[in-house]
């Protein structure tokens, strides 16, 4: 994991993952935020970057994991997991205490939701609320994590 921007491999991984990320302004909008955001990108062996994590810091105590995506090609290979521990190591040395992610509620069936979630209490996140309206017009659940 290397924790630097790259906003043509973020734009080249969302648009591996249509189904997550197929609104246009989002993929440009991820893109930009690379490079103003905490971002930490994993690399296959051949040294193209196939994952981009990007975190933002509210608080001194708490921060977001505002996106996660590993390029389709690579997904089940453990460079999520990895992306998401480096970005809390680096938190954790900074005196953050919690970290928070959003994604769709599961008051929306959706498998590739409901595979994302799953990922997430994997790495030990709680689901803490579920509102309607929040990121878009259906069900946002925020989950959090004790660092």
Known sequence: MHKRSDPQATER????????????????????????????????????????????????????LSLIAVHADHRGGGHGRKLVEAGEEALRRDGCQYLEVHTVGASFEDPGYAATRSFYLSLGFAPMHEFDGLDWDGPTLILIKRL
């Open 13 to 64: 991984i969302l648009r591996s993952l249509p189904a997550w990320f197929g609104i246009e302004d989002a993929i440009v909008d991820y893109a930009a935020k690379s490079t103003v955001l905490e971002s930490y990108v994993s690399e296959d062996e051949h040294g193209d970057v196939v994952g981009v994590a990007l975190f933002e810091r509210h608080f001194p105590q708490s921060a977001e």
